[in-house]
C-alpha cells in the first residue's frame, strides 16, 4: 500500500495556473503509475491526467489537452499537475492516485487505481 498527500489547491481566477503536488510514501514509487482525477460536486469523479511508472507515457482527459501537464519526480516521490488557463469548469477536488498493475499504460478508469490522496480542493473564479 502507498500513503498519498495532495497539495497545492486554492481558490485562483480564470485564467490563472496552480500546480498540484502528490507526495508518495510506503512504496517504491517508480513501480507505480500515477493518475490525477477530479470530482466536482454532484458528478462523478473523472479522469484527468495519467503517467506510467517511468514518466514517458502520458495520457490527459481532452477537456484539458493544452491546458494541464502531468510530469514526476521519482526520486522526489512525486508527480505534480501543472495547471494552466484555468476555467471555472475545472472547479473541483482533486485527487492523486496509483496503481501497480500495468503501470507501463496506465488506464483512465478510477476504480483500476488501488491507492488515493485526500485530495485538494480547487476553485476557479470567474
Known amino acids: 500500500q502507498v500513503q498519498l498527500v495532495e497539495s497545492g489547491g486554492r481558490m485562483v481566477q480564470a485564467g490563472g495556473s496552480l500546480r498540484l503536488s502528490c507526495a508518495a510514501s510506503?512504496?517504491?514509487?517508480?513501480?507505480?503509475?500515477m493518475g490525477w482525477f477530479r470530482q466536482a460536486p454532484g458528478k462523478e469523479r473523472e479522469f484527468v491526467a495519467v503517467?506510467?511508472?517511468?514518466?514517458?507515457?502520458?495520457n490527459l482527459a481532452t477537456s484539458v489537452k493544452g491546458r494541464f501537464t502531468i510530469s514526476r519526480e521519482n526520486t522526489k516521490n512525486t508527480v505534480y499537475l501543472q495547471m494552466n488557463s484555468l476555467k471555472p469548469e475545472d472547479t473541483a477536488v482533486y485527487y492523486c492516485?496509483?496503481?501497480?498493475?500495468?503501470?507501463?499504460?496506465?488506464?483512465?478508469?478510477?476504480?483500476?487505481?488501488?491507492?488515493w490522496g485526500q485530495g485538494t480542493q480547487v476553485t476557479v473564479s470567474s
Open positions: 510506503g512504496r517504491p514509487f517508480s513501480s507505480s503509475a
Open positions: 492516485a496509483a496503481r501497480t498493475l500495468g503501470v507501463g499504460y496506465p488506464t483512465t478508469v478510477p476504480y483500476t487505481y488501488s491507492d
Open positions: 503517467s506510467s511508472n517511468s514518466g514517458s507515457n502520458t
